[in-house]
């Protein structure tokens, strides 16, 4: 999405610096220049709309599912072995993880 709104360049077509000299068959729209500003990296691609919000939503999503999958293995490893104290360890852990994913996603 990043590529079809021109926020970044391919880099399949990419002749670094000298992509300035001569336009390039996937170039179009005003920039027709790919420099090292416009490598596609996630940090450059979910800064702007609207890949950041697609962003967003995969980091929500996947924040959700590992606190769904932490749960579950929690709940059973509970039933073999009762209070361990590794288990609760990995469902802390898991949690934190999950929410530090949660602020990467909706604090850009």
């Not at 990419?14 to 000299?21: A, F, G, I, P, Q």
């Not at 920039?31 to 691609?45: A, F, G, M, W, Y």
Request: proline residues 6%; aromatic residues 8%; glycine residues 6%.
């Amino acid at each position: 999405m990043s590529l079809y709104n021109q926020h970044v360049c391919p880099v399949h077509n990419w002749l670094y610096n000298e992509s300035c000299e001569e336009q390039l068959p996937q170039q179009r729209g005003p920039v027709l220049c790919c420099t090292l500003d416009n490598i596609p990296l996630i940090s450059k691609c979910g800064t702007l709309p609207p890949e950041s919000c697609f962003f967003s939503l995969i980091c929500s999503t996947g924040s959700f599912m590992v606190m769904l999958i932490a749960l579950l293995r929690y709940a059973h490893v509970i039933e073999k072995h009762q209070n361990c104290i590794l288990n609760t360890a990995g469902l802390s852990s898991a949690w934190i993880c999950a929410a530090g994913l949660i602020m990467v996603g909706n604090f850009q």
